[in-house]
């Protein structure tokens, strides 16, 4: 039994499918993801915008990094048991921020590196440009060979005015917004109480998801960044049919869409399979269950998707939280063994180390970039503090006979 009423309009489609055109359409989407993935090609565009000092730097503290193969057999640790722990890291906040945690990681000569970084950045048109998340995706992807680098869309972002007139006349649309600065624009954001309210900037009223597609589309393009955060039913479902046919653009599903429960998770199944590419596979890399969950049902979930017959999804969890995003004293670890336990594969995720730090807040997610640079160094080392977290917690993992996984950079 198909659906009783499809997720998108005719008139949706067409809007995302002139979109898409108008960045030549999804095989020159891919082709220029492609090439700009390449480090050689962008390491000659960070060198031409200033950033090429910063990446031999990063280069130089990449080669004093630890190595899992050490750990493991100064342990005589003994891989034996099925369930897998993926690492993953948020809050790499731009270049120097980056930078400063591959310093600290290069000092201690233990800590491991994740190999999945998110950065809950927005994409202004002058981090996009400059060459700064460029930059920050080379240290990352192409320095430490982190398997994943998830950037975020906030769509309340302040675009260029000439930015909205051309989505405007692509799409057809018409978007509420207004003037930041002189030549700028922005959506209205009329749920929002405070300036972390909706989480900074994710409302998709109306049809704001076209703000969020051709965020993510100019920020693939231009850098090479191809994993998105997904924070919303509506942009989930336009992302699965406009990345169709671009087989390196996926998604990952925030925790905040409330995926608390495996009823949740079907609804998301069912936009998957709807919208599936003509391999079988889907956009969506990633599911972040919500922090609510029990590991029991965070083992069912991960059965029911193997069910679901839907290829090469994966499931995270929040280890520990920033302490102004939940609870203070929370603590998913002992619930992490228990899935592990079960033979079920992990990703664990830190948005903190679990101790309050200055900067270890969802604030921190939102300064000015002037802010952000002059913070620079204390956000690097709460970085880094996460950092040793996830490694500490995955070497546990790896003593109680699981693998887990780590970036590149750290293996032999």
Same mark, same amino acid.
């Given at each position: 039994?198909?659906?009783?009423?499809?997720?998108?309009?005719? $008139?949706?489609?067409?809007? @995302?499918?002139?979109?898409?055109?108008?960045?030549? %359409?999804?095989?020159?989407?891919?082709?220029?993801?492609?090439?700009?993935?390449?480090?050689?090609? #962008?390491?000659?565009?960070?060198?031409?915008?200033?950033?090429? /000092?910063?990446?031999?730097?990063?280069?130089?503290?990449?080669?004093?990094?630890?190595?899992?193969?050490?750990?493991?057999?100064?342990?005589?640790?003994?891989? @034996?048991?099925? %369930?897998?722990?993926? &690492?993953?890291?948020?809050?790499?906040?731009?270049?120097?921020?980056?930078?400063?945690?591959?310093?600290?990681?290069?000092?201690?000569?233990?800590?491991?590196?994740?190999?999945?970084?998110?950065?809950?950045? =927005?994409?202004?048109?002058?981090?996009?440009?400059?060459?700064?998340?460029?930059?920050?995706? =080379?240290?990352?992807?192409?320095? @430490?060979?982190?398997?994943?680098?998830?950037?975020?869309?906030?769509?309340?972002?302040?675009?260029?005015?000439?930015?909205?007139?051309?989505? /405007?006349?692509?799409?057809?649309? $018409?978007?509420?917004?207004?003037?930041?600065?002189?030549?700028?624009?922005?959506?209205?954001?009329?749920?929002?109480?405070?300036?972390?309210?909706?989480?900074?900037?994710? /409302?998709?009223?109306?049809?704001?998801?076209?703000?969020?597609?051709? %965020?993510?589309?100019?920020?693939? !393009?231009?850098?090479?960044?191809?994993?998105?955060?997904?924070?919303?039913?509506?942009?989930?479902?336009?992302?699965?049919?406009?990345?169709?046919?671009?087989?390196?653009?996926?998604?990952?599903?925030?925790?905040?869409?409330? &995926?608390?429960? =495996?009823?949740?998770?079907?609804?998301?199944?069912?936009?998957?399979?709807?919208?599936?590419?003509?391999?079988? &596979? *889907? =956009?969506?890399?990633?599911?972040?269950?919500?922090?609510?969950?029990?590991? +029991?049902?965070?083992?069912?979930?991960?059965?029911?998707?193997?069910?679901?017959?839907?290829?090469? !999804?994966?499931?995270?969890?929040?280890?520990?939280?920033?302490?102004?995003?939940?609870?203070?004293?929370?603590?998913?670890?002992?619930?992490?063994?228990?899935?592990?336990?079960?033979? *079920?594969?992990?990703?664990?995720?830190?948005?903190?180390?679990?101790?309050?730090?200055?900067?270890?807040?969802?604030?921190?997610?939102?300064?000015? $970039?002037?802010? #952000?640079?002059?913070?620079? +160094?204390?956000?690097?080392?709460?970085?880094?503090? $996460?950092?040793?977290?996830?490694?500490?917690?995955?070497?546990?993992?790896?003593?109680? %006979?699981?693998?887990?996984?780590?970036?590149?950079?750290?293996?032999?």
């Amino acid at each position: 039994m198909g659906l009783h009423y499809p997720f998108l309009s005719k $008139k949706d489609m067409e809007q @995302m499918d002139a979109l898409k055109e108008s960045y030549g %359409g999804a095989s020159e989407i891919m082709n220029s993801i492609k090439e700009m993935r390449d480090y050689k090609k #962008r390491k000659e565009v960070a060198g031409e915008k200033g950033f090429g /000092e910063m990446l031999e730097q990063a280069e130089a503290h990449a080669k004093s990094f630890t190595k899992v193969e050490d750990f493991i057999e100064k342990e005589n640790i003994e891989i @034996m048991k099925a %369930g897998v722990a993926t &690492t993953q890291v948020s809050g790499w906040q731009g270049a120097p921020v980056t930078l400063r945690g591959m310093k600290r990681i290069a000092e201690d000569g233990e800590t491991l590196v994740p190999t999945e970084f998110i950065s809950v950045m =927005a994409l202004t048109e002058d981090y996009v440009l400059n060459g700064e998340l460029l930059t920050t995706l =080379a240290m990352a992807e192409n320095i @430490m060979s982190a398997s994943m680098f998830c950037n975020t869309n906030l769509v309340g972002t302040p675009l260029s005015n000439e930015t909205y007139s051309r989505l /405007e006349k692509v799409t057809g649309e $018409k978007f509420d917004t207004w003037e930041p600065a002189s030549g700028m624009r922005a959506l209205i954001l009329k749920n929002m109480g405070t300036p972390y309210g909706n989480l900074g900037g994710v /409302e998709v009223a109306n049809n704001n998801h076209l703000v969020y597609l051709d %965020g993510i589309t100019r920020a693939a !393009v231009r850098t090479g960044g191809n994993v998105f955060l997904n924070p919303s039913w509506s942009t989930i479902v336009a992302a699965c049919y406009y990345a169709r046919d671009i087989k390196n653009l996926s998604f990952k599903v925030s925790m905040l869409l409330s &995926t608390q429960n =495996a009823i949740q998770l079907r609804m998301l199944m069912n936009i998957m399979k709807e919208y599936l590419r003509d391999d079988g &596979t *889907t =956009a969506i890399y990633e599911i972040n269950l919500g922090n609510g969950q029990s590991p +029991e049902m965070f083992v069912q979930c991960s059965r029911e998707l193997a069910e679901s017959g839907i290829p090469g !999804v994966s499931l995270a969890a929040h280890l520990r939280i920033n302490p102004d995003l939940g609870r203070e004293d929370f603590d998913w670890t002992e619930n992490a063994h228990k899935v592990l336990d079960s033979g *079920t594969n992990i990703t664990i995720k830190y948005e903190s180390d679990g101790t309050s730090r200055p900067m270890d807040t969802m604030e921190a997610y939102f300064l000015k $970039k002037e802010e #952000r640079l002059d913070h620079s +160094e204390r956000i690097g080392d709460v970085i880094y503090y $996460k950092t040793v977290r996830c490694s500490n917690d995955a070497k546990d993992i790896m003593r109680r %006979g699981h693998k887990a996984t780590f970036a590149r950079i750290s293996y032999r």
